[in-house]
């Protein structure tokens, strides 16, 4: 199956910088999305982007698909941008695979 | 704006026992998914659902799993007998279509098997 790479495994912050969080995948896709896992487990929709450039606020991201990789930009980090980033991909077989995550800790 | 919603959103199981986890997709929405995260690891998925069938499951859905869309409304995950190793967050999914369309998460049932 298609894999899955997110780098930096973990990050910490302080509130104000901003940074780059990068996923990597083995195949071609036709479905990219971020997710944030908040403190209470729930998984938040981020974006949708197979390709091209999306900015939600304070968060943007890019999928370079012929070149196989995503970027999620947090800009302006605050104390509630913490938790875990997690990438996930679908290269046309029904079914969403997760990379492990980057696990983002914003201080104040 | 329309969300998936699943219930409980926590069950402790005594090992051996069967659980049913609910959800209620996204009305206009196709397809059905159940992912499960054991805790500290990334989400896994389980299986699909489209048209009253599964479509894909993993090599994680064995005998012990099963779903059903028991109305039009519901779509449930059972788990016969209940293993300690079942403890995880499983989340159910719905999408309009299989593949080129955006996933929505449930908030996720946390269940703890004793």
């Known amino acids: 199956g298609i894999q899955v790479e997110q780098s930096p495994p973990d990050l910490i912050l302080q509130e104000g910088a901003n940074s780059t969080l990068r996923c990597n995948f083995s195949?071609?896709?036709?479905?990219l999305q971020w997710f944030h896992q908040n403190p209470w487990g729930q998984l938040i929709n981020l974006f949708y982007?197979?390709?091209g450039t999306k900015q939600n606020g304070r968060l943007s991201a890019t999928t370079v698909a012929t070149e196989r990789y995503s970027l999620l930009y947090i800009s302006s980090s605050q104390t509630t941008d913490s938790g875990v980033y997690f990438c996930?991909?679908?290269?046309?077989?029904?079914?969403?695979?997760f990379g492990a995550g980057t696990t983002v800790t914003v201080r104040a | 704006e329309p969300e998936v919603t699943q219930t409980p959103s926590h069950q402790v199981t005594q090992m051996g026992q069967e659980v049913i986890l609910r959800c209620v997709p996204i009305?206009?929405?196709?397809?059905f998914y159940w992912y499960r995260q054991i805790l500290g690891q990334k989400v896994e998925f389980l299986v699909s659902?489209?048209?009253?069938?599964?479509?894909?499951k993993s090599e994680i859905f064995d005998d012990q799993f099963s779903v059903e869309r028991p109305d039009g409304s519901n779509f449930t995950l059972k788990i016969r007998s209940t293993k300690l190793e079942d403890s995880a967050m499983y989340f159910c999914?719905?999408?309009?279509?299989?593949?080129?369309?955006?996933?929505?998460f449930g908030q996720g049932t946390r269940l703890t098997v004793v």
């Open positions: 982007i197979p390709s």
């Open positions: 659902f489209y048209n009253n069938e599964i479509s894909e």
């Open positions: 999914a719905s999408s309009v279509m299989g593949w080129n369309t955006e996933a929505f």
């Open positions: 195949d071609s896709v036709n479905n």
């Open positions: 009305s206009n929405h196709l397809y």
């Open positions: 996930a991909v679908d290269n046309n077989d029904y079914k969403l695979s």
